[in-house]
């Protein structure tokens, strides 16, 4: 996961769901790249995660440049933002980028970038263990995974680049100045 560490990025979602899956997965690892939270909210992270027993499976990476996180997105299985709010989020767009299937908030903006079975999985973000299926499917089945990493850089390319981007934007511009 990539996100600052806020209320509305459903961080503890994660942990709650990583909880659920540990023993059945006991490789996984879980990295969080992003500013360090305030000092309250890291110690209430910190006490949540080692009451869950993830103090060796989840780990705070603090922020990183940006010309690392390409290596990060691509080391990963899966990408997870659960937030229980987003706006074009652009970490879930360089994840697909690097071909890393992406589990997601199964509403609003995100369902434009993360189509449901095809590039991700959309989940419930206020249901852990909706969460919880979500990093089951893609950590246990290796062909479901290698579909949706297929599946995801193509999908960024036809319908989020940046010439399609600037076109549709233009478009946008070009039909309010008609008026």
Known sequence: SCSRVVEGKNIEGIFNAISLI???FPNILHLHLGAEPDKNKKENLMKLRNELGLDNISFFMGPQSKQ??????SLADVYILPSFWEGMNRSVRESLFCETPV???NYGSMTEFVKDKYNGLLVDPYDSESIARGLEKILGDEILKKKLSSNARKSIIKEHSLTKTMS?????YQKILRR
């Open 103 to 105: 589990i997601a908030t």
């Open 168 to 172: 549709d934007t233009g478009s946008i």
């Open 22 to 24: 540990k023993n059945d």
């Open 68 to 73: 690392n996180l390409p290596f990060y997105y």
